[in-house]
């Protein structure tokens, strides 16, 4: 056994903690204290526990556990990283749609405002809308002139005509407008 101690064995970071803690729990004091006569006991109890680790081969089953420890622990991080990874591509493919998405929202929004502005211009060309407008609403109103008791239904109806007197209107200009531009 001695030729086992001698040897220059790799104890492991656990195995020196048990024997520090064997140590310092105060059992060496207590026997010291305890017992004047027999000096040698807590070296003899100390040696036993090397013994008994030794025969256990304690120190080289916490070298192992250290070891697979080490391992788990270093597994841990590179499943970690892969699942940072994942994560990171999964957002940025969600950032990208997203950034698609108000990329088209931009294009719709430009595109109805163009449409918007020709509207404009086209109204702003046809200054004698306002005029027909005029002149359905008096043609509307001697009709309510004639009719003085309307009931819902006549109204829904005029105002049906109405509408659609003033897109006739509208398309009329429109026809004019594009024969002159021709």
């Not at 064997?22 to 100390?46: D, T, W």
């Not at 090397?50 to 556990?65: A, N, P, Q, R």
């Amino acid at each position: 056994m001695e030729a086992e101690s001698s040897s220059p064995v790799l104890i492991s970071a656990r195995h020196q903690i048990l024997k520090k803690k064997f140590q310092s729990i105060g059992v060496r004091r207590l026997l010291v204290a305890c017992s004047r006569e027999v000096e040698s006991l807590p070296y003899n109890l100390e040696r036993a526990l090397d013994e008994i680790c030794d025969v256990t081969k304690v120190g080289s089953i916490l070298s192992k556990v250290e070891h697979i420890i080490e391992e788990q622990s270093l597994d841990v991080l590179s499943k970690d990283s892969s699942y940072t990874g994942d994560l990171q591509e999964k957002i940025i493919t969600v950032k990208k749609d997203e950034i698609a998405s108000l990329k088209n929202l931009l294009e719709k929004a430009k595109k109805s405002n163009n449409e918007m502005r020709s509207r404009l211009d086209e109204l702003k060309k046809n200054q004698d809308l306002p005029s027909a407008l005029d002149a359905v609403e008096k043609v509307l109103d001697s009709l309510s002139l004639f009719m003085p008791t309307l009931d819902l239904a006549s109204e829904i109806l005029l105002q049906f005509l109405m509408e659609h007197a003033l897109g006739f209107i509208l398309g009329f200009r429109f026809k004019q407008n594009f024969m002159e531009f021709q």
